[in-house]
């Protein structure tokens, strides 16, 4: 039995993909960044919040360039936001500042990140 789907219809384009992974490569940077502040490298982890925000800029404009808008890069894109714009500036700051204040720190830093969440899942909404 043949699929009625047609081949050429199966397929992803490859200029559809890009968008996406440049939010994956962004989303990277976001995650490294954290690593980088757990491991001290506060420097180096805000560089990577400032190439993340590079990716995400990127990503937006190749996708409307290649027109490759899609529901699932925008998910994607904002996903990574939360991840690169919330979290890994609060695990920084964190890292940097506030786990002298211990608990009251640590609180602020999840009040910061919980803002952030809200925030995303209103604009989504």
Request: glycine content about 8%; aromatic content about 10%; proline content about 2%.
């Amino acid at each position: 039995m043949e699929n009625s789907t047609s081949q050429s219809e199966s397929k992803v384009s490859i200029y559809k993909v890009v968008p996406s992974a440049i939010t994956i490569i962004g989303m990277c940077f976001g995650l490294t960044s954290i690593r980088m502040s757990l491991e001290g490298f506060h420097e180096i982890a805000a560089s990577l919040i400032l190439l993340a925000a590079v990716a995400d800029g990127l990503d937006g404009l190749v996708a409307r360039q290649l027109n490759a808008v899609s529901k699932f890069g925008a998910e994607l894109d904002s996903l990574t936001d939360f991840l690169c714009f919330g979290v890994a500036p609060s695990i920084l700051l964190y890292c940097m500042f506030t786990n002298e204040l211990g608990s009251f720190g640590w609180g602020a830093t999840l009040v910061f990140v919980a803002a952030c969440c809200l925030r995303l899942a209103r604009f989504n909404a």
